[in-house]
């Protein structure tokens, strides 16, 4: 069976490797500009802990089987979760005696090893619950398709519409306070959106492509280009074309979707690296 004669089974799977890579290439080059890499990792796995907990408590108060949770609430609790967690980290906390990597090693460390003790006790399907919180980039409904688009949309949108301002409070801080922008809001809008969009991708194509796509095709793009204009352009070209690239390789070759994507958006260092030595 070819890629085509198998697009309408795939169809959805596609469409959500691709809706990702789009939205997460684009929010990565902040991340990685402001060098807050660690914090996508920690919002993910604090997202796995609300998706955990919503099962635990489906289990444990509503009396249903792991299997009968839905899928609502986990995406619920996932979203509470990481754009909670996402406050609190826009704030510039003074460091004292734990530095803020050490924070960061906190919120990932505590939610995943949580995450594990609910979902042993959870027990039962362990093949959906996998699915839930690594994701499954096949087979993806269609309701999480349209929840992704919109998710997509919304933040896209907003980013268009404030784009200078967050470029400003960014990148240059000073500017933005000195022509009379609210610093602290934009800051927490760019970090919810970043929660958000975790939390939402997360339960639909896997917790490792999420992270991957925040952080190599930015890198890739910002190896290639000096302009932040054509960063994130190229950032976005990259993720989409890894996503293309990689799940048809996936099915090609009967790879792990999500691995095939993030070996396809690591090829596009070495161009990256080629250019930056040939500028000098």
């Known amino acids: 069976m070819s890629i085509w004669e198998a697009l309408p089974i795939l169809q959805n799977g596609l469409a959500a490797c691709v809706i990702t890579a789009l939205v997460c290439s684009f929010l990565g080059v902040y991340v990685v500009l402001k060098r807050v890499v660690f914090v996508t990792a920690a919002l993910s796995q604090t997202a796995s802990l609300g998706i ?27 979203v509470a979760a990481s754009c909670g967690l996402a406050a609190v980290l826009a704030f510039q906390h003074a460091e004292r005696r734990l530095t803020r990597e050490s924070l960061l090693g906190v919120a990932y460390i505590v939610p995943a090893g949580i995450a594990l003790l609910l979902l042993d006790y959870v027990g039962g399907a362990t093949h959906d619950i996998e699915n839930l919180l690594f994701g499954n980039a096949v087979f993806v409904s269609t ?29 240059d801080l000073e500017t933005a306070k000195a022509s009379g922008m609210r610093t602290m809001a934009l800051n927490q809008a760019l970090f919810a959106s970043i929660g958000l969009t975790i939390a939402v991708t997360i339960s639909s194509v896997g917790a490792l492509p999420v992270f991957a796509f925040m952080v190599i095709p930015s890198a890739a793009a910002l190896l290639m280009t000096r302009r932040l204009a054509q960063t994130f352009v190229l950032s976005v070209a990259i993720g989409v074309a890894a996503a293309l690239v990689g799940f048809y390789a996936s099915f090609q070759w009967r790879l792990p979707t999500g691995p095939a994507m993030i070996a396809v958006a690591s090829a596009f260092l070495l161009p990256g690296v080629l250019a930056r030595r040939r500028s000098g």
């Not at 955990?52 to 009396?63: S, Y």
């Not at 309701?143 to 990148?171: I, N």
């Open 52 to 78: 955990a907990g919503a099962m635990f408590l489906g289990v444990v108060i509503g009396g249903v089987g792991p299997d009968h949770v839905g899928s609502v609430w986990p995406i619920v609790a996932a």
């Open 143 to 171: 309701a999480q398709v349209l929840v992704l688009a919109l998710v997509a949309a919304s933040v896209l949108g907003l980013h268009a519409l404030l784009y200078k301002e967050f470029v400003f409070t960014a990148f």
